[in-house]
């Protein structure tokens, strides 16, 4: 069964404060991985899509990038609109057909 | 503009009582998918359709039906709604099953006492 693991939990940053969070996965073969982020009241909003090693994409102050277990977002410099919960998932080549989410991430930046 | 439009946005019923929360894009996705999202356990799938009258199981369909007789809509069904299906619930979209983002609606709480 495909597992995904975000930590931590909860993240606290001050605004400027640079930090990265973790997704920790297991699939048989990996199909693509997924960053999402979703702000309260809202659906998840589509950020990335990684689908081997070693490969790194950007969008303002966020870059995730992936390993054969992990997958990383880190966040450069974060403003107080980057507050959000951030989610990962992952599709496997067996089961292509779903997206299997770890419990997500939830940042929160102070001015 | 793009979008999967879910309603009610909340819902508060009785335990027994049908309801239905209806899901629509309007992006000529084939691929539509229902996920419930409980604290702690992230979202969680519960059917998905890979196209006009093709839908399928996925991890916690019990006590859940849901057709796809037109390609715009994916409405999600509780025959006899119980307390334990009080969650938020989201419906996704998106062009293809595989290795495409999912668009997703803003979420619907219903709460069944």
């Known amino acids: 069964e495909d597992q995904v693991t975000q930590s931590p939990e909860a993240l606290r940053l001050q605004e400027g404060e640079s930090s990265s969070l973790n997704c920790s996965y297991t699939?048989?073969?990996?199909?693509?991985l997924f960053w999402y982020r979703q702000d309260p009241g809202k659906g998840p909003e589509f950020l990335f899509t990684?689908?081997?090693a070693g490969e790194e994409k950007e969008k303002e102050r966020l870059k995730a990038t992936l390993t054969k277990k992990e997958s990383f977002l880190h966040i450069t410099a974060p403003k107080p609109e980057d507050s959000a919960t951030y989610l990962c998932?992952?599709?496997?080549?067996?089961?292509?057909?779903?997206?299997?989410f770890g419990a997500g991430t939830t940042v929160t930046v102070r001015a | 503009e793009a979008q999967v439009t879910q309603n009610p946005r909340y819902l508060i019923t009785v335990t027994g009582k049908k309801l239905t929360v209806t899901c629509s894009q309007n992006m000529n996705h084939e691929y539509m998918s229902w996920y419930r999202q409980d604290p702690g356990l992230g979202l969680r799938q519960i059917y998905y359709s890979m196209n006009v009258e093709v839908t399928d199981k996925g991890d916690v369909p019990e006590g859940y039906k849901v057709s796809r007789k037109e390609k715009r809509n994916f409405p999600l069904i509780l025959e006899s709604p119980s307390p334990n299906q009080t969650s938020l619930y989201f419906c996704?979209?998106?062009?293809?099953?595989?290795?495409?983002?999912?668009?997703f609606g803003d979420g619907t709480r219903l709460s069944i006492l």
């Open positions: 996704a979209s998106s062009l293809a099953a595989s290795n495409q983002p999912q668009h």
């Open positions: 998932a992952v599709q496997a080549d067996s089961n292509d057909y779903k997206l299997s």
């Open positions: 990684l689908y081997s």
């Open positions: 699939v048989s073969g990996l199909r693509g």
